[in-house]
């Protein structure tokens, strides 16, 4: 059994992006923690969600300590740096957000934790942040100089399957699309995800599906029942989160020995391939 460390940006994106993946590891007796960046100040207000007198912080925070709960995390910290925003917002400039914070010092905070935990593998982001988010960017950057600092050898990024969705977006009708038009443009980006080439690890999480599920309704200040999220039939639902997607930094360097041909079976391609080959290799 070994630790494993998930490196998050905001309270939420761990019950999107790796939740599944977290779940299977806690039950499979592996020590699972959670590391926040920022409280999430900057998300969406809705009405009516906040008590008198409580901040969307204060509220972000409790609530991934109840996703936490539900996916079996033994243990959450924050490391304290404010929301930047999204890109291209004058929050990017708040010399409290997370997007400012010194590489150096976060790195230090993070590496701290990481030693603490004796941990084995450490998830971060791609280097676009997934979708050009500025404290997902500040997350890989942040993390891969602590897994450097904290001697970790396993380092995963947490992505999305460009080529997987822009398939499903070909398949739909404009009738019939679950993203909108703004998200739609977003997927077509070449910095959304990663090429479906280049991704290490396919983790099927459709067993678990209900939890995952659950950890997002944790999140009930951001993710409302009629969010983009929850408001999917079980159907598009499993479509858009059975499979959380990963890259495998200390795969990348040419050291690791990749399928050949003749390891593919009749009517596999190389990269369904390249997915059975490393199926176990996320946990230890």
Do not use: C
């Amino acid at each position: 059994m070994a630790t494993l460390v998930f490196f998050h940006a905001h309270p939420d994106d761990e019950a999107i992006a790796t939740a599944g993946t977290m779940f299977k590891a806690s039950q499979a007796g592996h020590r699972v923690v959670l590391v926040v960046a920022t409280g999430g100040e900057l998300g969406e207000v809705f009405e009516d969600v906040l008590k008198d007198g409580e901040t969307l912080g204060q509220r972000r925070q409790a609530e991934v300590h109840q996703a936490g709960t539900i996916l079996g995390i033994h243990r959450v910290e924050f490391l304290g740096y404010r929301d930047s925003g999204m890109a291209g917002e004058a929050t990017n400039d708040d010399p409290d957000s997370f997007w400012q914070a010194d590489v150096e010092t976060a790195s230090e905070q993070l590496a701290e934790i990481l030693q603490q935990e004796l941990a084995k593998v450490l998830t971060i982001y791609d280097p676009h942040g997934g979708y050009g988010h500025p404290d997902h960017i500040q997350v890989h950057r942040v993390g891969a100089a602590a897994a450097a600092k904290a001697g970790i050898a396993k380092v995963y990024w947490a992505t999305m399957n460009r080529d997987q969705i822009q398939r499903q977006m070909a398949a739909q009708n404009a009738a019939e699309a679950l993203l909108d038009e703004e998200r739609r443009e977003r997927a077509s980006a070449d910095d959304f995800g990663m090429p479906e080439a280049e991704i290490t690890h396919a983790i099927d999480v459709s067993d678990v599906l209900e939890v995952k599920r659950s950890a997002m309704e944790a999140h009930a200040s951001q993710i409302t029942p009629e969010s983009f999220f929850l408001d999917m039939d079980a159907e598009n639902f499993a479509l858009a989160f059975g499979t959380e997607w990963y890259v495998a930094a200390h795969l990348r360097d040419g050291s690791a020995q990749l399928p050949s041909e003749t390891d593919q079976l009749p009517g596999e391609t190389a990269w369904q391939s390249q997915q059975r080959f490393y199926s176990d290799l996320l946990l230890p």
